[in-house]
């Protein structure tokens, strides 16, 4: 059975840094691109970041860009996603998810998600 497990979203203050964990199991990372996409409430979903498996760089929504990090493990078939100065408009469930070809916001699977709350 193929799971996408993430943890380590919660509430915090503006400015500050979260760390998202997603492991994988029935599947192996490595042959996959790897993304985090986010919703909020009343919005539609966004792509957030991207390692792709065709160039194996990372990619990231504008919204994100020199604050968020992606970042995968494969000898613990775990990604992560570095949350630093973390802005209101941060505040979504966060998933994790696999494509099959490069970074196209098409998503294979997916994980139950975790939510961020970005607030004082």
């Known amino acids: 059975q193929v799971q996408l497990v993430e943890s380590g979203g919660g509430l915090v203050q503006p400015g500050g840094s979260l760390r998202l964990s997603c492991a994988a199991s029935g599947i192996t990372l490595d042959y996959y691109s790897i993304s985090w996409f986010r919703q909020a409430p009343g919005k539609e979903r966004e792509g957030v970041s991207c390692?792709?498996?065709?160039?194996?760089?990372?990619y990231y929504a504008d919204a994100v860009k020199g604050r968020f990090t992606i970042s995968r493990d494969n000898a613990k078939n775990t990604m992560y996603l570095q949350m630093n100065n973390l802005k209101p408009e941060d505040t979504a469930v966060y998933y994790c998810?696999?494509?099959?070809?490069?970074?196209?916001?098409?998503?294979?699977?997916w994980g139950q998600g975790t939510q961020v709350t970005v607030s004082s």
């Open positions: 390692i792709s498996n065709r160039d194996g760089r990372a």
């Open positions: 998810a696999t494509e099959l070809f490069g970074c196209s916001d098409r998503y294979d699977r």
